[in-house]
């Protein structure tokens, strides 16, 4: 076995050496916040599954609609709303549609467009599914946080967001 030199180890996310790297603050919220975010997701997608049958894309896509007007978005518009890519959200439609959650047409106003619409089922699977999400992320994700903490959390994730649309590449809703 040979001997590594110290100063040979690459640096990374978890070795602060550098200000190209993640100083002790930022690594522990970043770590956090990934942590978080892996295990809701998991967590959230787990319940949709087992009590509804969607999926978390699945309801993040009845969700955008729902909250459209007439319950329609252009796919593009669609793909942005949700910070997916625009294939993705093709794909994905597809698969909704045939299970009878969402349809596809031409747009009315431009037929080079393609719309997405929120069907009946649709409708109700999602408002079949929102209670027991809401109450699990009530449970999972502001069980653990202290009242006083929701403004400053709030302000915080707003002020990335902003952030992310502004210097991120996809373009905003």
Known sequence: MTQRDPSAVPRGILLPMTDTWLDADQQRAWLAYIRVQLRLSYEINRQLQADSDLSMPDYDVLTALSVSPQGRLPISALANQIGWERSRVSHHVKRMATRGLVGTAPAAT????????????????????????????????????????????????????????????????
Do not use: C, I, M, Q
């Open 110 to 173: 431009d037929r080079r467009v393609t719309e997405v619409s929120l069907t009946g089922g649709g409708r109700d699977v999602l408002t079949a599914a929102a209670p027991g999400h809401v109450a699990l992320v009530k449970k999972l994700f502001f069980g653990g946080l202290p009242a006083d903490r929701l403004g400053p959390l709030t302000t915080a994730l707003e002020g990335v967001y902003a952030n992310l649309l502004e210097h991120g590449t996809l373009p905003p809703p």
